[in-house]
């Protein structure tokens, strides 16, 4: 396939597309065929492994849309591509209207979470479900990030050229030793320790929220619960930082820590770090960060709403709570720290036979194949 050219198109790559995208790009070193990304001017840095990036000054705006419509349509004439790949609702908004243009396109969308499951009002929901199963018959086909996403969508008659390919994340476990420091310096200047295994003589439970500090996720929630709770040994620390709105002046207090964001070559040692993620989120698609999670061997508090559930083996690899301050507040006060010292391999092992990138970058090039 050294010829075959596939053209992956996002409005924008912030977050899980990135993460996605580089597994896309090992898929393709592995199978042998091009890949070309069309991600905004700005975002270039977060895919710095991938080659043949091109650039797009799009956004989530009518003249966003046409600037993006335009850029698919320049650089799909200059690079003739087999195949197009987009990532995220806007990208197939406009590359679903560039295969009704050019039937002969063809074209694989994923949704990256669909739009009618998120916590908004019944109008919106309606309108989202009404718009994304009409789209989910222009692809030539169409894949889901989880299962409840998968069952869901059939079950409300979506498209049966749909298929279930779960997230992954990279595996930085072995490189990750031999390459970075056994430790960080937080925000504070103190040492956030590389190993996992807990001081058997701290009785501080360790929790960790990564993510963006904004409604989805459900940083107010977990920031409300701390207070709640009001206790000096249970620490948080906050990797994140505000996309719609800055939080952090909800919570001045000394066992709760913002750090901002983190790069990828450091992400791993605050997990490591913490004794239990907490992933108190209103919707979400699938939930990348569990499996971050998993992958250092911490367990996860995750709420029960969207694919988030379905990610956990109850009392195995974490917990699930219903979504509110009072439930997360619960929760967290029931925390053993030695039960959750116990789940750690249990989580690594999950990681391994369910959620492996190599599974991942298999599945994909199978499905890149079909259009060879």
Same mark, same amino acid.
């Given at each position: 396939?050294?010829n075959?050219?596939?053209l992956?198109v996002?409005e924008?790559?912030?977050?899980?597309i990135?993460?996605?995208?580089k597994?896309?790009s090992?898929?393709?070193d592995?199978?042998?065929h091009q890949?070309f990304?069309?991600?905004?001017?700005?975002q270039?840095?977060?895919?710095?492994n991938c080659?043949?990036?091109?650039?797009?000054?799009?956004?989530?705006?009518?003249k966003?849309?046409?600037i993006l419509?335009?850029a698919v349509?320049?650089t799909?004439?200059h690079?003739?591509?087999?195949?197009i790949?987009?990532?995220s609702f806007f990208?197939g908004v406009v590359?679903s209207?560039f295969?009704l243009?050019?039937?002969?396109?063809?074209?694989?969308?994923c949704?990256?979470?669909?739009?009618?499951f998120r916590?908004?009002g019944?109008?919106?929901?309606?309108?989202?479900t009404?718009?994304e199963?009409?789209?989910?018959f222009i692809?030539?086909?169409?894949?889901?990030?989880s299962?409840?996403?998968?069952?869901?969508?059939?079950?409300i008659?979506f498209?049966?050229?749909?298929?279930l390919i779960e997230?992954?994340?990279e595996?930085f476990?072995?490189?990750?030793l031999?390459?970075?420091?056994?430790?960080?310096?937080d925000?504070? *200047?103190t040492a956030v320790?590389?190993?996992?295994?807990?001081?058997s003589e701290e @009785?501080? &439970?360790? /929790?960790l929220? $990564?993510?963006?500090?904004?409604e989805?996720? *459900?940083?107010?929630?977990?920031l409300?619960?701390?207070?709640s709770?009001d206790? @000096?040994? &249970?620490? /948080?620390?906050v $990797?994140g930082?505000?996309?719609?709105?800055?939080?952090?002046?909800?919570?001045?207090?000394?066992?709760?820590?913002f750090c901002?964001?983190q790069?990828?070559?450091?992400?791993?040692?605050f997990?490591?770090w913490?004794d239990v993620?907490?992933?108190?989120?209103?919707?979400?698609?699938?939930?990348?960060?569990v499996l971050e999670s998993?992958?250092?061997?911490?367990?996860v508090?995750?709420s029960?709403r969207?694919a988030?559930p379905?990610l956990v083996?109850?009392g195995i690899?974490?917990?699930?709570?219903?979504?509110?301050?009072e439930?997360?507040t619960?929760a967290?006060?029931?925390?053993?720290?030695g039960?959750l010292?116990?789940?750690?391999?249990?989580?690594?092992?999950?990681?391994?036979?369910?959620?492996?990138?190599?599974d991942f970058v298999?599945?994909?090039?199978e499905l890149i194949?079909?259009?060879d």
């Amino acid at each position: 396939m050294s010829n075959f050219r596939v053209l992956h198109v996002a409005e924008t790559i912030t977050g899980g597309i990135a993460t996605y995208l580089k597994l896309m790009s090992i898929c393709a070193d592995e199978d042998k065929h091009q890949s070309f990304y069309l991600i905004p001017s700005q975002q270039v840095d977060e895919l710095s492994n991938c080659r043949e990036i091109i650039t797009h000054g799009g956004g989530r705006s009518i003249k966003g849309l046409i600037i993006l419509f335009l850029a698919v349509f320049s650089t799909y004439r200059h690079l003739k591509p087999d195949v197009i790949y987009a990532h995220s609702f806007f990208a197939g908004v406009v590359c679903s209207l560039f295969k009704l243009a050019n039937p002969k396109v063809k074209f694989i969308y994923c949704p990256h979470g669909w739009a009618m499951f998120r916590e908004k009002g019944n109008f919106y929901r309606r309108f989202a479900t009404l718009i994304e199963r009409k789209m989910s018959f222009i692809p030539d086909q169409v894949v889901n990030i989880s299962q409840y996403e998968h069952d869901k969508t059939s079950a409300i008659g979506f498209s049966k050229n749909s298929m279930l390919i779960e997230n992954s994340v990279e595996d930085f476990s072995e490189r990750e030793l031999e390459h970075y420091p056994d430790a960080i310096q937080d925000l504070n *200047g103190t040492a956030v320790n590389s190993s996992h295994t807990p001081n058997s003589e701290e @009785s501080i &439970i360790k /929790l960790l929220f $990564v993510g963006r500090l904004d409604e989805q996720k *459900g940083i107010d929630i977990l920031l409300d619960a701390m207070v709640s709770l009001d206790r @000096s040994d &249970i620490n /948080l620390k906050v $990797v994140g930082a505000g996309v719609l709105r800055n939080f952090s002046h909800q919570a001045n207090r000394e066992n709760i820590e913002f750090c901002g964001w983190q790069p990828n070559k450091t992400i791993d040692q605050f997990y490591r770090w913490a004794d239990v993620l907490v992933v108190p989120s209103r919707w979400e698609g699938f939930g990348l960060v569990v499996l971050e999670s998993y992958r250092n061997g911490t367990p996860v508090l995750v709420s029960n709403r969207g694919a988030l559930p379905g990610l956990v083996d109850e009392g195995i690899t974490g917990h699930v709570f219903d979504l509110s301050v009072e439930s997360l507040t619960e929760a967290i006060s029931s925390l053993k720290k030695g039960s959750l010292s116990s789940m750690s391999q249990d989580c690594k092992k999950k990681f391994a036979e369910r959620y492996s990138p190599g599974d991942f970058v298999r599945k994909q090039a199978e499905l890149i194949r079909e259009f060879d």
